[in-house]
């Protein structure tokens, strides 16, 4: 229990993160991954694509009509299964790599971490330096300060306002969207969904940033699972930097390599460079930590100040810990050949399913209430559900028959046209009838057919079904 | 039980709550992250916000209703306008909601377009089918049962090729409308045994079966002649009317004996004179009053089709 009413601490306070700007191999491959990123998260709802329906966005998620159009491709609802696909894939892809390289989503590709290097980016270019920073949020509420943070938070806003518009473009056309929103004729989602997304995008990547990474990510925690000694990590090579004497400053007698060799001190001039460039605020050179996203930054600083004494590279480095100890990496591990298996096959399976996307889909289903019935003249009577999909953008004429069952007939009532509109469904009620054949009872399997024509191109597509055959019913 | 243990409570630099389970077992009282205690001070201030604009606080045997629009639907002809709840909300969605609408307007189509054109339509028959499924669980299958197999000796089965009262449309609307009474009289005083036996074995013979040849010709007399007068309604050929009702006696499907359920001939026999001696009388209700004549209309298509109509 607390003592007194002053030791409750209700939370724990954010201790203030300044991360100070860097350069470097990994900086610059980060900022084209945060380049190529930004230029294809904004521009795709602009895109235009030629198709038959009239819709002319090259990736639109259709919600209202219940379709997604992604360029030359539609998926409808029944395609639900590419989603799973999809969601396997990302997993597998997501353990995989994490087992040979760590976290390197976290680092280059995670939005948090996308969108978080923007924000600090403003943060930079109005309040300058990691310093400058410092001295701003340290003096008063002069008037230099409340215009600085107000620039900054207004232009954080702005990104956060088109971020979330972006993401609403997705899901109706983007260029009459965009003027509606503006007139304010939007329908309310629209409002509701660019809304959520700015204040989300502003907290996440302005106020909360690592802590999304430390407290909220589900990832964060249970990645370290399929961590082992050969995963790559931003890893400070203790040995090379601490020496037996532990690590110094540079100072008189401690100059080069050699000197400081002589003292058993290591090459590690406790700078504190890697911690200053870190957007996590962590000292990488504790080791391994939770909070670590693997984004490499330290890295580059630590380079840049080797190269400036002329030392070499790689105190602290992409390595694995079997590396700093000695030993050999190992990459072809039962655990990452496993994931890499799973994740072949996922991608088999999706562009197996994809490529072999019929244009017109059939599902039958057996009325079971009754299976069969006779009828007057002796034959026995089943009857089906069929729905029928054309997912072509053609309106087309289907012809239903029926084929494998001996002497059967088709029933289609008075029906005698069957027309589909362009990404349509149609549900349509049939009755097979068939004498009873003695010694034949139980289930018989048997196709419906269902022919067309889309494209002046012949389309059958083929239902395997059952008729409940009662032999004992023959005369 | 836990006890409170003050100086154990302060060990080491995290505090805990104070209460040890079993001598040493403590319970940590680690801070909030900041997140996360506004996300809580942001969901108590949701739900005061809530409270003004729903119903939300009981008063008395009442309750506070809300500053939420109210909402107004129709009971019959009658406007009610409520507070907002979702009950009414449904109400009104179910009057005036996009989908109701379209539903209505298909509706419409159905009574504007005649029977023969709604059969021959595919998508016509799509909605039919739809929405006459829901009509006939609502109100068909109590008897007839969910997939209209009806009940052997109670409620004709829907689902064959045979029609009691007539398989065309019109019949079948008329059938629906006006509701049907099916009535034999009983032969039980009429007959005597061996007349009984020898109608039974003659009717028998009409859908085939095996019987014997001599007295199914006595019983020809009787069903054909003055002595029983069947043929007033299953006519001389046993075929059935549909403008009273009567059975076609000729086909395998019995609507009333449950003779393909029997394995022997006595059994059969039993079951054709059961019905012979105690007569039919049943009844199926109208259904003008409480259905409307585009419901009936659908209907009359859902059934129609449910086992191949004429």
């Known amino acids: 229990m607390a003592k007194n009413a002053e030791d409750i601490v209700l939370f724990e306070e954010r201790i203030p993160i300044y991360p100070r700007s860097v350069k470097g191999r990994f900086r610059t491959m980060k900022w084209l991954i945060l380049l190529f990123a930004y230029s294809v998260y904004f521009t795709l709802p602009w895109l235009r694509w030629q198709r038959e329906s009239g819709v002319e966005q090259a990736v639109m998620f259709d919600i209202q009509d219940r379709i997604f159009y992604l360029f030359g491709m539609i998926v409808n609802p029944q395609d639900i299964f590419w989603l799973a696909a999809i969601l396997m894939i990302a997993a597998f892809l997501l353990f995989f790599v994490t087992g040979i390289a760590g976290r390197a989503f976290c680092g280059y590709f995670c939005f948090q971490t996308l969108w978080t290097d923007v924000y600090i980016l403003i943060e930079h270019l109005v309040q300058g330096e990691r310093p400058a920073r410092i001295r701003l949020d340290k003096s008063g509420w002069s008037g230099e300060r409340i215009l600085k943070k107000t620039v900054t938070h207004v232009l954080w806003l702005a990104v956060a306002f088109i971020t979330g518009l972006t993401f609403t473009l997705y899901w109706g056309d983007a260029y009459a969207l965009f003027g509606q929103f503006f007139e304010g004729t939007a329908p309310f989602p629209a409002y509701a969904t660019t809304l959520f997304l700015t204040l989300t995008t502003y907290v996440m990547a302005g106020l909360a940033r690592e802590q999304v990474c430390t407290y909220m990510c589900p990832y964060a925690r249970f990645q370290s699972i399929m961590f082992d000694n050969d995963t790559l990590i931003v890893a400070y090579d203790e040995e090379r930097g601490e020496g037996a004497a532990g690590r110094a400053k540079l100072g008189k007698g401690r100059k080069t390599v050699e000197e400081r060799h002589a003292a058993n001190i290591g090459d590690c001039i406790d700078c504190g460079f890697c911690v200053q460039v870190c957007p996590t605020g962590i000292d990488i050179r504790n080791g391994l930590q939770m909070s670590c996203i693997s984004c490499a930054l330290c890295v580059d600083a630590c380079d840049a100040i080797m190269d400036k004494l002329g030392w070499s590279r790689g105190l602290i480095r992409y390595a694995s810990e079997n590396e700093l100890e000695g030993g050999k990496h190992r990459l072809f591990k039962i655990k990452n050949i496993g994931y890499g298996l799973v994740l072949l096959a996922a991608i088999a399976g999706l562009v197996w399913s994809i490529a072999s996307q019929t244009q017109l889909s059939m599902a039958v289903t057996q009325v079971r209430n009754p299976l069969y019935v006779i009828l007057s003249d002796g034959q026995l009577q089943n009857s089906y559900d069929i729905k029928l999909n054309n997912k072509s953008e053609k309106t087309v004429t289907l012809q239903v028959r029926i084929d494998g069952l001996a002497n059967a007939s088709l029933d289609l009532g008075r029906i005698r046209k069957i027309e589909l509109e362009p990404l349509s469904s149609m549900n349509l009620f049939v009755r097979v009838k068939a004498p009873p054949v003695k010694g034949q009872s139980g289930q018989i399997p048997f196709r419906f057919v269902v022919d067309t024509v889309i494209d002046g191109k012949p389309v059958t597509e083929m239902k395997k079904a059952l008729f409940t055959m009662r032999g004992d019913f023959a005369p | ?310």
Not at chain 2, 62 to 74: E, L
Not at chain 2, 275 to 304: C, F
Request: glycine share 12%; proline share 3%.
């Open chain 2, 1 to 310: 039980m836990s006890e409170v243990k003050k100086d154990t409570a302060q060990t080491g630099s995290v505090q805990t709550t104070g209460h040890a389970w079993d001598g040493d077992i403590q319970e940590f009282n680690n801070p909030l992250p900041r997140w996360w205690l506004w996300a809580f001070y942001a969901t108590v201030v949701f739900a005061v916000v809530y409270w003004f604009f729903y119903p939300a606080w009981p008063v008395g045997d009442s309750y506070t209703k809300g500053g939420m629009n109210s909402i107004t639907y129709k009971v019959g002809d009658k406007d009610v306008t409520t507070h907002w709840n979702t009950r009414a909300r449904l109400m009104k969605d179910l009057q005036e909601g996009e989908e109701a609408v379209k539903q209505r307007q298909y509706m419409q189509k159905v009574v504007d377009t005649s029977y023969e054109q709604i059969l021959s339509d595919s998508s016509m028959m799509q909605f039919s089918r739809s929405v006459g499924k829901i009509l006939f669980t609502d109100n068909c299958a109590a008897c007839h049962g969910m997939g209209g197999a009806g009940v052997i000796g109670l409620f004709p089965n829907l689902v064959d090729d045979d029609w009691l009262w007539g398989g065309k449309v019109e019949q079948i609307q008329t059938t629906l409308t006006q509701g049907r009474n099916g009535f034999m009289p009983a032969f039980r005083k009429t007959f005597t045994e061996q007349q009984m036996d020898d109608v039974v074995e003659y009717v028998l013979g009409l859908s085939g079966h095996e019987v014997n040849k001599e007295m199914a010709g006595r019983g020809g007399v009787l069903f054909n002649g003055e002595g029983g007068g069947c043929y007033y309604c299953h006519t001389k050929e046993a075929t059935g009317m549909h403008s009273v009702g009567a059975a076609n006696l000729t086909d395998g499907i019995w609507t009333l004996a449950d003779v393909p359920g029997q394995k022997t001939i006595d059994a059969k026999r039993e079951a054709v004179g059961k019905i012979i001696s105690n007569g039919v009388n049943r009844q199926m209700p109208a259904w003008k009053d409480r259905l409307s004549p585009a419901e009936i209309k659908v209907l009359t298509v859902y059934v129609h089709e449910l086992g191949g109509g004429q």
